[in-house]
């Protein structure tokens, strides 16, 4: 890597941790370009030279965060499967790793997190599918992922008055669906 290359990483690596860190305090929309850059001791110039505006860096911590939490868990169509699902303990320890993603819960959690819902999906659906150009597969894979995450930060929203074994037993019974549903390979 070259000199400017890594000067640019540690630009926008600058950038992605003062945001996290007024994040914890401020609600997305309240962090401006001006407070952002003064926290991470850059100028909007080298802002603007990596994003275009706000959003895009937004979009680039929420897929960050999806990634962590997905991280080793294998693709979308390739979970090891229980029962015509999901395996249980595939289920648990992707809730387990969700629920202490600090940056995931605090988006979810944050006054206008309906605004971020779509963004989580996104990055849930083109982290845990992988390559795919069926966009039968894909919209199965999008509408499965929103489904299931719109029932998580329900959940989380009603203060998880079921226990988390139930909510992983759901999870585990929708999988069902979507794995039914997914396209079969066309006979060769």
């Not at 990483?9 to 996290?20: D, G, M, Q, V």
């Not at 819902?117 to 999008?142: C, K, M, N």
């Amino acid at each position: 890597m070259d000199q400017r290359s890594a000067r640019a990483e540690r630009s926008k690596a600058a950038l992605k941790t003062a945001f996290l860190q007024l994040f914890h305090t401020w609600e997305p929309e309240e962090i401006t370009v001006v407070e952002l850059c003064r926290k991470a001791g850059l100028n909007r110039s080298t802002f603007y030279a990596h994003y275009n505006y706000m959003d895009r860096l937004i979009r680039e911590v929420l897929r960050e965060s999806v990634a962590e939490v997905l991280e080793g868990l294998g693709s979308q169509w390739n979970l090891p499967l229980e029962n015509g699902g999901v395996k249980r303990t595939v289920i648990a320890a992707y809730l387990r790793r969700f629920l202490n993603n600090p940056t995931l819960m605090r988006f979810c959690t944050c006054a206008n997190s309906a605004n971020y819902r779509e963004l989580i999906i996104r990055a849930h659906v083109d982290l845990a599918l992988g390559p795919s150009s069926d966009p039968i597969e894909y919209y199965t894979a999008f509408y499965h992922n929103a489904g299931i995450l719109s029932f998580i930060l329900e959940w989380l929203n009603n203060g998880c008055p079921i226990p988390r074994e139930n909510v992983v037993e759901i999870i585990h019974e929708f999988s069902k669906v979507m794995y039914r549903l997914r396209p079969k390979a066309p006979a060769i």
